[in-house]
T-cell receptor, first 116, second 113 residues
Framework: AQKVTQAQTEISVVEKEDVTLDCVYE???????LFWYKQPPSGELVFLIRRNSFDEQNEISGRYSWNFQKSTSSFNFTITASQVVDSAVYFCALSEARTSGSRLTFGEGTQLTVNP | SQTIHQWPATLVQPVGSPLSLECTVEGTSNPNLYWYRQAAGRGLQLLFY??????ISSEVPQNLSASRPQDRQFILSSKKLLLSDSGFYLCAWSVGPGGETQYFGPGTRLLVL
C-alpha cells in the first residue's frame, strides 16, 4: 500500500525566513508520481508541482524549490524568503501509474504560518 | 481553459436527510473525475473516481454513492446522512493516463447536525 508522511503538523516562521516542508513516501511501485498542493484558507487545493519517479532533478520555481531523493524516499519542499501570503496548509501526495484514473494518496498536511 | 465547478458551496443538513452534491467540468472531454473528503484538520481521502460515463469505482465502503450521468458531470449522493458525513468535499479532474495532475474544485462544506 502507498503511504505519505508529513511529520511536521505545524510550522511557524517569521517573514523572510526560509522554511522546508518534509515529505516521506512509501510505495512498492517502480513508476509513480509525486505532487505538492497548497490549500489556502479558502479551501481550494492549488497544484504546485508534479514529479515522476525517474526524474530526480531538483526543481526551482521562483521562491519555491523541491528536493526529490529516491534513496531516502523523500520529496521535500523549500520556500525561500517566506511571505505572509505563503501561509496555508501544504499537502504532499503520491500517485500510482495506471492506465487511467490514478488515485492520489495524501499526507496529513503541514500548516505553515508566516508571521509579519 | 478548463474550469471546475462545485455546488453548493456550503450546506447544513439534519441527520437522516438526503444529499446531492454536484461537480461539473468545462473545457475538456472525457476527464477522469474524483470525489475526495477532508475531515477537519486532516488529509484528503478518496471516496470515488470515474473514468467514463456510468463507470464508478468506490474506494471506501460507506454511506455515500456517486454517479456520472454525463461526461463532465459527477454527483455525490446519500439517502440518509450521518453525523460522520460532515466535512469538506472536493471534486477533482484529470485527463490522460495514470499519474496525471488532478485539478481541484472550490469544494463544498457540509455540516450534518
Amino acid at each position: 500500500a502507498q503511504k505519505v508522511t508529513q511529520a511536521q503538523t505545524e510550522i511557524s516562521v517569521v517573514e523572510k525566513e526560509d522554511v522546508t516542508l518534509d515529505c516521506v513516501y512509501e510505495t512498492r511501485d517502480t513508476t509513480y508520481y509525486l505532487f505538492w498542493y497548497k490549500q489556502p484558507p479558502s479551501g481550494e487545493l492549488v497544484f504546485l508541482i508534479r514529479r515522476n519517479s525517474f526524474d530526480e532533478q531538483n526543481e526551482i520555481s521562483g521562491r519555491y524549490s523541491w528536493n526529490f531523493q529516491k534513496s531516502t524516499s523523500s520529496f521535500n519542499f523549500t520556500i525561500t524568503a517566506s511571505q505572509v501570503v505563503d501561509s496555508a496548509v501544504y499537502f504532499c501526495a503520491l500517485s500510482e501509474a495506471r492506465t487511467s484514473g490514478s488515485r492520489l494518496t495524501f499526507g496529513e498536511g503541514t500548516q505553515l504560518t508566516v508571521n509579519p | 481553459s478548463q474550469t471546475i465547478h462545485q455546488w453548493p458551496a456550503t450546506l447544513v443538513q439534519p441527520v437522516g436527510s438526503p444529499l446531492s452534491l454536484e461537480c461539473t467540468v468545462e473545457g475538456t472531454s472525457n476527464p477522469n473525475l474524483y470525489w475526495y473528503r477532508q475531515a477537519a484538520g486532516r488529509g484528503l481521502q478518496l471516496l470515488f473516481y470515474s473514468v467514463g460515463i456510468g463507470q464508478i469505482s468506490s474506494e471506501v465502503p460507506q454511506n455515500l454513492s456517486a454517479s456520472r450521468p454525463q461526461d463532465r458531470q459527477f454527483i455525490l449522493s446519500s439517502k440518509k446522512l450521518l453525523l460522520s458525513d460532515s466535512g469538506f468535499y472536493l471534486c477533482a479532474w484529470s485527463v490522460g493516463p495514470g499519474g496525471e495532475t488532478q485539478y481541484f474544485g472550490p469544494g463544498t462544506r457540509l455540516l450534518v447536525l
